[in-house]
C-alpha cells in the first residue's frame, strides 16, 4: 500500500503481481487494498479500533468527518450484531445514530464518477 500512495507502483499489471507475491489471493482483497490506498488518516484509526472506541470518535467528530467515518462504523455495527456480540436494541441505537450521515455519504459516493 505503501508503495500506490507514493506512487512507485502505477500501473495494474505491477499491482496485482506484487500483491500476489505478498499472499493475496482474490479479488476482492485486491479490492480492499485498493480503496485503503484512498483512506485518510482518521478513517485508518477507526478501521482499527473497536466499535465502542469509534463511537466515541465519531461523537467529537464533526459533520464532515462523522459522514466519512459512517460506512465503516456501520460495517462494524453489522460484523458485531452478525456474530451476536451486539445485542439488537444496542445495533439498533447506533444505527439510528450512524445512518443519518451514512445515507449522505452514499449519497455522495453515487455522485462520484
Same mark, same amino acid.
Given at each position: &500500500?505503501?508503495?500506490?500512495?507514493? %506512487?512507485r507502483?502505477?500501473?495494474?499489471g505491477?499491482?496485482?503481481t =506484487?500483491?500476489r507475491?505478498a499472499?493475496?489471493r482474490d479479488q @476482492?482483497?485486491l479490492?480492499?487494498?485498493?480503496? =485503503?490506498v484512498?483512506? !485518510?488518516p482518521l478513517?485508518?484509526?477507526?478501521w482499527?479500533i473497536s466499535?465502542?472506541d %469509534?463511537l466515541?470518535?465519531f ?5 464532515t !468527518? ?5 460506512? &465503516? ?7 458485531q450484531?452478525? @456474530?451476536?456480540r451486539l445485542a439488537p436494541?444496542?445495533?439498533r =441505537?447506533y444505527v ?5 450521515h451514512?445515507?449522505r455519504s ?6 462520484r464518477p
Amino acid at each position: &500500500m505503501r508503495d500506490l500512495r507514493l %506512487g512507485r507502483i502505477n500501473n495494474e499489471g505491477e499491482f496485482v503481481t =506484487r500483491a500476489r507475491a505478498a499472499g493475496v489471493r482474490d479479488q @476482492a482483497e485486491l479490492t480492499r487494498i485498493k480503496e =485503503r490506498v484512498l483512506w !485518510q488518516p482518521l478513517q485508518y484509526q477507526i478501521w482499527r479500533i473497536s466499535l465502542e472506541d %469509534g463511537l466515541r470518535v465519531f461523537d467529537v467528530a464533526n459533520d464532515t !468527518q462523522r459522514v466519512l467515518l459512517a460506512p &465503516m462504523l456501520a460495517e462494524k455495527v453489522q460484523r458485531q450484531f452478525e @456474530a451476536k456480540r451486539l445485542a439488537p436494541e444496542d445495533a439498533r =441505537r447506533y444505527v439510528q445514530l450512524i445512518g443519518p450521515h451514512l445515507a449522505r455519504s452514499l449519497a455522495g459516493a453515487k455522485r462520484r464518477p
